[in-house]
């Protein structure tokens, strides 16, 4: 390589690396913004704002969904398996909620510690399964959650710090 | 290896061994994404939750691997001709932003699509989704830099500075499912790790990943033919290809 040549080189990967650090700053510095959603944990540590519109997210509890038999309303519990919130929600639900489901619900949290949501996705995994590889597991007296990979756990551990 | 790079920088001899190569690439893609996509979309099973909604992965996940590649070969390619002054790894880079572009496209569509069954919207500005959009504005930015300068030199140096520091986005978007919370799960399928899903699913997956890089190296060998012969028009050796062709 010629000096001239590896000059360049040099000025390359340093202006890159300049750039990278900055962009790396940045990000870091509006994790919390960049955060799609409020963990239980953090609306219990008082981080999120009351009657503002904010998501949160975790898995519906298992057997604290209740529907109203006369109108679209429903009640669940998002946990993280630390801390709960209670959500409220009047409207459709998407076909992959059910207990046990990761949800995104997008709302205002109430000073009485509910979350009022309007909106609520569901969340999966990254974990595929064909139904009859499913059903086998749960005769078994599996369930499919069981056989994740690590990766699958890693979200209760993002981004304690924000 | 040396003289063989060398040669590699040479547009005649470049024009002559791609002859020879991309026959192979197109009859490998096509037969490869043709048995990925009737395998995938036919007999592939459905998934346990999302039903045969699953099924978008087949072009989701190649078109997004895709994507992501061809930005960093653009870069790589935008650092060669920085540094070393060879030319045709510019026309490489040159033709392959649009099709980068397109298969970020791709992804995007193929996942707001997914994302209306599954989790009930087809856009959320979570990490991955908006680094993804950002990554499809750098290659507009990149094919609009190459068309605003009067003289080529000046565009190229341009668009390979934008590609070289615009390949920050790339560990971005990979990482952002981990880094931070987002609506998009984490990757279900990796270089490095078993795949999160039985064989008979992923196997199908892996033969269009493949199918579509295939699909890559025989559309960039054409299209920097074309480029070779449209920027060397004046060469000697293209005026008697042309010649000869008469």
């Not at chain 1, 890159?16 to 409020?38: C, D, E, K």
């Not at chain 1, 009485?112 to 064909?130: C, K, T």
Request: a neutral charge; hydrophobic letters at 50%; proline letters at 5%.
């Amino acid at each position: 390589m010629t000096p001239k040549r590896k000059r360049k080189l040099t000025i390359i990967l340093g202006l890159v690396s300049l750039a990278a650090v900055a962009v790396g700053l940045t990000l870091y510095a509006l994790r919390a913004n960049i955060n799609l959603f409020f963990s239980p944990i953090q609306i219990a540590a008082g981080d999120a704002p009351f009657e503002r519109q904010i998501r949160a997210g975790g898995m519906v509890k298992e057997g604290t969904v209740s529907r109203n038999p006369d109108s679209l309303d429903v009640e669940f519990v998002v946990t993280d398996y630390v801390e709960d919130l209670e959500v409220r929600y009047s409207g459709i639900l998407p076909d992959l909620f059910r207990e046990g489901q990761g949800v995104v619900v997008v709302g205002e949290l109430q000073p009485s510690g509910e979350f009022r949501a309007d909106q609520v996705l569901a969340r999966h995994d990254e974990n595929y399964m064909p139904p009859e590889v499913a059903e086998a597991l749960e005769d078994a007296g599996y369930s499919p959650a069981d056989f994740k990979t690590e990766g699958s756990e890693s979200d209760s551990a993002k981004s304690e710090d924000s | 290896m040396w003289a063989f790079i060398h040669k590699l920088g040479s547009p005649k001899w470049f024009y002559g061994i791609s002859q020879r190569l991309q026959p192979w690439f197109w009859v490998v893609a096509l037969v490869l994404i043709a048995v990925g996509t009737v395998w995938g979309l036919a007999f592939a099973p459905a998934d346990y939750q999302q039903g045969n909604s699953f099924r978008i992965i087949y072009v989701h996940v190649p078109s997004a691997f895709l994507a992501q590649s061809i930005f960093v070969t653009m870069a790589v390619a935008g650092v060669i001709f920085m540094v070393w002054k060879i030319k045709i790894a510019d026309m490489a880079a040159a033709v392959m932003a649009p099709l980068g572009a397109a298969m970020t496209f791709i992804s995007l569509f193929s996942g707001a699509v997914w994302g209306v069954p599954t989790w009930g919207t087809w856009w959320m500005w979570d990490a991955r989704l908006t680094s993804m959009l950002i990554l499809l504005f750098l290659y507009l930015g990149v094919i609009a830099l190459r068309g605003a300068f009067a003289s080529r030199d000046s565009a190229s140096r341009a668009a390979s500075v934008l590609a070289m520091v615009g390949v920050i986005n790339i560990p971005i978007i990979k990482y952002s499912v981990d880094w931070w919370y987002t609506l998009h799960q984490p990757a279900s399928f990796t270089l490095t790790e078993r795949p999160a899903m039985p064989t008979e699913m992923w196997l199908p997956l892996l033969i269009m990943v493949v199918g579509f890089y295939c699909f890559f190296i025989a559309v960039t060998l054409l299209r920097t033919r074309t480029e070779i012969l449209r920027r060397e028009a004046n060469k000697r050796w293209v005026r008697e290809l042309a010649g000869e062709a008469n």
